[in-house]
């Protein structure tokens, strides 16, 4: 997904989040939203705006300095675009299932 390198979390920094005993694990939170409209779950950004807002709040807080975020649109490979030419690969099918 065209995602930028910082909004992925490498195997070695969750082995290392999860290695410190002072930390009990990273906090993850998993997200899916009706998509929107039928070409875009969030074409406005409004859900967008909704979960950053609501993602600074939390790692404002005292409690959390770090948290992982599944949200299914922009870690799964979502369904084919036929009429634009784009498709999901096979791989990019199983990965999807």
């Not at 609501?54 to 409690?63: F, R, T």
């Amino acid at each position: 997904q065209a995602m930028p390198k910082e909004a992925f979390l490498s195997l070695a920094d969750l082995i290392f989040a999860m290695a410190d005993p002072a930390v009990f694990g990273l906090p993850v939170a998993v997200l899916s939203c009706p998509w929107l409209t039928t070409s875009h779950p969030d074409p406005r950004g409004a859900n967008l705006s909704r979960v950053a807002k609501a993602l600074k709040a939390l790692l404002g807080s005292s409690y959390i300095s770090r948290l992982g975020v599944f949200w299914d649109f922009g870690s799964l490979h979502q369904h084919p675009d036929p009429a634009n030419g784009v498709m999901r690969t096979e791989e990019q099918n199983a990965l999807f299932k």
